[in-house]
């Protein structure tokens, strides 16, 4: 392991250790059990038909709902610590690149290992209710939710790191979440169906709306997807759709990270 590996692991390491023992990690883990099984076994009563699909949109909503606030929250309280603690961090024989870059690995990963809590409680329960046929609707549905939460976690370091205080950062990250969750869907859909194809590129500017439109697209639910969805697949195709899809959110990914990192290496700390 090189130099600046190490160095992202050792700050990665203890963001991990640091992010397990918040309290606002604790909070968003144990409500995401209890709701990703209450809602697992939910979706299974009020299906009826023994299929993946009604507990896939149930657990699909919440984790729509939560996983962006999580990665949010979470990001914020931790990107805008105190000043002390980034100066005692940047006296350290390390870059910025390598410290940012350590923080979002630790967080990432403490957010990740709770979303695994809660879809291993939540798939047990599916597995013994319906089986395991549809196993891989459901690792997709956990392989989004990860990436949904790795999007947002990007999106707030952006913001806290633009912004450098921890009330304007929650602040401001409570609004990016009402705005991504709740306004935009009803714009993009309410658009979609005055101008159809027109719009079609405004669902790649909510990786919300493209984590549902790609996990009930592979489902094969066309009338859930919604009218920018049915229109994506209209007009590529579902796999091309997928495709360009999932290059989309990897975009979302990467692109306010590295934003994130270009301001930071010349913030004045």
Known sequence: MNTEMRSVYVIAKREFLDAIRDRWFFFFAVLFILLDSTVAYSGIVSGGDNTFLKPAVSLLNLALILVPLMALIMGANSFTGAKESWELLLIQPISRKEAVLGKYLGLGIAITATLLLGFISAG???????GSKELSHFLLLVFLSILLSLIFLSIASLVSITLGEKAKSIGISFMVWFWFVIIYDFILVGLTLAYGELIIAL???NPADLVRTTLLTSLGSAALVGPAGAVLSKTLGSFTGMIIS???????????????????????I
């Open 246 to 268: 999932s290059i989309a959110l990897l975009a979302w990914l990467l692109l306010p990270l590295l934003v994130a990192l270009f301001i930071f290496e010349r913030k004045d």
């Open 203 to 205: 669902l790649f500017l």
């Open 124 to 130: 047990l329960i599916l597995i013994l209710n319906i």
